[in-house]
């Protein structure tokens, strides 16, 4: 009977997470529309919408501590709980860099793009994509797509240096073009960033099935 109750809580976490993670892609996508329009007003929603992901994690968190102090689970499911906790850590990170997007966004203005942001796109494509595989990886307990997640940061981090390289080349044709690169690269940064946290679910992923966690 208990663990009927466990299993039945175990899978009310696996539903949180997978809301969570939705919310998270949700975020991004606005951050990204908002940045490539240079949409302030919608920057600003993107902003705002963080107080959901903050509001989630802590229900989460609330969660994985009922599952702990009150049904003294198996070390599996401790390790699947604790993986949540680290998880939902992670999660709440790439919330706070979509919405610093926003912010960067607003910070920039309307002063138009010197160029255009494709390299940043492709970044929030990549991921974007490396978030929600991370977060079914857990759920599908599938050590496979966390591996997959792991290596595609590298492409993240390729793309983040083209973008650095690029706006190095603009600044040093015209230094008055110097703040806005400073501010592209933010962004570029924030995405990076968010690669980072994905590939650190995807690690915890592992662990929760493996026990084992590779730095």
Request: aromatic share 6%; hydrophobic share 45%.
């Amino acid at each position: 009977m208990m663990r009927n109750r466990f299993d039945r809580q175990l899978n009310q976490l696996n539903h949180e997470l997978i809301e969570m993670g939705e919310r998270i892609e949700h975020a991004i996508e606005m951050a990204v529309n908002a940045f490539v329009l240079q949409d302030c007003e919608r920057a600003k929603e993107a902003i705002a919408y963080d107080v959901e992901i903050d509001r989630q994690e802590r229900d989460i968190e609330a969660l994985c501590m009922k599952l702990l102090l009150q049904q003294q689970p198996v070390a599996r499911d401790l390790r699947l709980i604790s993986a949540a906790l680290k998880m939902i850590t992670d999660m709440e990170r790439i919330g706070d860099h979509a919405a610093d997007i926003s912010e960067m966004t607003i910070h920039m203005g309307n002063t138009p793009y010197m160029i255009q942001p494709d390299c940043i796109q492709k970044m929030a494509a990549e991921t974007t994509d490396m978030v929600i595989r991370s977060i079914n990886a857990f759920v599908n307990k599938d050590i496979e797509m966390a591996k997959w997640v792991i290596e595609r940061d590298d492409i993240v981090d390729d793309l983040f240096n083209s973008e650095k390289n690029m706006l190095i080349e603009l600044i040093n044709q015209n230094k008055e073009n110097g703040e806005q690169a400073a501010d592209m690269l933010m962004v570029a940064k924030y995405f990076e960033r968010i690669g980072d946290h994905a590939t650190n679910i995807a690690e915890w992923v592992i662990f929760s099935i493996t026990g084992s966690h590779e730095i």
